[in-house]
């Protein structure tokens, strides 16, 4: 009060937790993409956190290692290795959409992408294979952010494994809309004459083959010439996904020795 320092009345602060959070992020694949400088190939440090579903230990993936066996979100070796290729054998490129600039791990995240190399057809999937998956129930999340100069990322991303799933049909946003509005925009359409632009696709209950594989394409959709880089794979997440989804918020109450006052 008037410019002194007063001390409050003693008083305890009790936080109450709500209900168990029901998704724990597993194996998170981050492309680190290449272009004219050595700055744009971005590698996520297993301190960043990044995500839909926010996870650390990102497993950062260039080519020419096939097959890559992952780490988990806790850092430590998992059971999954990780194939890439595309149906025509032709060779997989890497490059960057340029959302470094933010200088932020999510925007790191949707710097590199995989694709098809130069002047690929859409004709063409880029296919990630996944083996020795743990047989449980999963969330597949797909980042797709293209090169800002090749605007036309019309594509498809289907799933092979364990069940029947849909076939999302979207565009990619590039690397400007991104940092024009950073937040994480989802695909959801499953035709092409209703595709929507955005940055990511999830399915939200996805199982393996009895054999542990797993299997993502993602096929550029455009008109051939009117667009190279394609299609747009920055990364992906597997998310476990445990029992019932938290229905309770916490609750946070400070009580003083006079009077009580809950905050919620």
Do not use: C
């Not at 933010?102 to 083996?131: C, H, K, R, S, W």
């Not at 743990?134 to 969330?139: A, D, G, K, S």
């Amino acid at each position: 009060v008037a410019g002194t320092t007063t001390t409050s009345r003693l008083a305890s602060l009790t936080v109450t937790p709500g209900g168990p959070w029901n998704l724990q992020p597993y194996v998170g694949v981050n492309f680190i993409g290449a272009g004219y400088v050595s700055d744009d190939a971005v590698s996520l440090s297993p301190v960043d956190v990044a995500g839909v579903v926010n996870q650390e230990n990102w497993n950062n993936v260039g080519l020419g290692t096939d097959p890559v066996s992952l780490k988990d979100a806790q850092g430590t070796d998992s059971p999954i290795q990780l194939t890439l290729s595309t149906s025509s054998g032709i060779g997989l490129q890497l490059w960057n959409s340029g959302t470094r600039r933010l200088g932020e791990a999510d925007g790191d995240l949707m710097q590199g992408y995989l694709n098809n190399g130069f002047n690929g057809t859409n004709g063409d999937p880029v296919i990630l294979t996944l083996t020795g998956v743990p047989v449980t129930n999963y969330q597949l999340i797909v980042y797709t952010t293209g090169f800002d100069f090749q605007a036309n990322y019309e594509e498809s991303f289907s799933v092979t494994g364990g069940g029947s799933y849909p076939t999302y049909h979207g565009k990619g946003e590039i690397g400007s809309d991104y940092v024009a509005n950073p937040a994480y925009r989802r695909i959801t359409s499953t035709t092409p004459a209703t595709r929507q632009s955005g940055n990511y696709v999830q399915y939200d209950s996805v199982s393996p083959a009895s054999d542990g594989t797993l299997t993502l394409s993602v096929l550029w959709e455009a008109a051939n010439g009117t667009s190279t880089y394609n299609p747009v794979i920055n990364g992906f997440q597997l998310v476990k996904v445990t029992g019932t989804p938290q229905t309770t918020s916490p609750t946070l109450t400070a009580v003083a020795h006079l009077g009580s006052l809950t905050l919620g």
